[in-house]
T-cell receptor, first 109, second 115 residues
Framework: SQQGEEDPQALSIQEGENATMNCSYKTSINNLQWYRQNSGRGLVHLILIRSNEREKHSGRLRVTLDTSKKSSSLLITASRAADTASYFCATPHRYQLTFGKGTKLSVIP | GAGVSQSPRYKVAKRGQDVALRCDPISGHVSLFWYQQALGQGPEFLTYFQNEAQLDKSGLPSDRFFAERPEGSVSTLKIQRTQQEDSAVYLC?????????????FGPGTRLTVT
């Protein structure tokens, strides 16, 4: 079963615009991770935010976490065509990561 | 360094055939995971190895699915008597940590099509 749910399911923006996608989850977590998947590079880890952190930055990525609402957001600033991919949030439980269904981002040059 | 590799990248099997999917994790990584990803969905956990020990196989969908990692490095996922619903991408991931809590490094996947 999938614990996380990303929103929106699909997002299309112009190059240079910002992209925001959201993730909701159901149970308490140790951390929350975001991954990107495209046909060229497979599934790649982007960023991890711990449950005691509220915001984290990495390059053009900004992640927020609200444990009271069981939600997280991923902001990609100044998007590029190369950002076109599916983005998944994932939460760890014992030995596994539980992924959402993903947000499909299209960045139009 | 080299990442996680999987072979074959594509596999077409006739219904009822057995298939074997191989995963070469990053050298020295203790943990190895298998996931199944259906079209348009996120990956779903199948099984977990810590070195050669299979500590969690709760995600294997039926007893037709079997995984092994006999020497604590290369792993094989075997599916017996394949069915159409087995069609999916099978992802392998490895991690230097002894739990699944932190980032995992994924291979490119094997796309299995059962006809």
């Amino acid at each position: 079963s999938q614990q996380g749910e990303e929103d929106p399911q699909a997002l299309s923006i112009q190059e240079g615009e910002n992209a925001t996608m959201n993730c909701s989850y159901k149970t308490s977590i140790n951390n929350l991770q975001w991954y990107r998947q495209n046909s060229g590079r497979g599934l790649v880890h982007l960023i991890l935010i711990r449950s005691n952190e509220r915001e984290k930055h990495s390059g053009r990525l900004r992640v927020t976490l609200d444990t009271s609402k069981k939600s997280s957001s991923l902001l990609i600033t100044a998007s590029r065509a190369a950002d076109t991919a599916s983005y998944f949030c994932a939460t760890p439980h014992r030995y596994q990561l539980t992924f959402g269904k993903g947000t499909k981002l299209s960045v139009i040059p | 360094g080299a990442g996680v590799s999987q072979s074959p990248r594509y596999k077409v099997a006739k219904r009822g055939q057995d298939v074997a999917l191989r995963c070469d994790p990053i050298s020295g990584h203790v943990s190895l995971f298998w996931y199944q990803q259906a079209l348009g969905q996120g990956p779903e956990f199948l099984t977990y190895f810590q070195n050669e020990a299979q500590l969690d196989k709760s995600g294997l969908p039926s007893d037709r699915f079997f995984a092994e990692r006999p020497e604590g490095s290369v792993s094989t996922l075997k599916i017996q008597r394949t069915q159409q619903e087995d069609s999916a991408v099978y992802l392998c991931a490895s991690s230097p940590y002894r739990v699944g809590t932190y980032e995992q490094y994924f291979g490119p996947g094997t796309r299995l099509t059962v006809t």
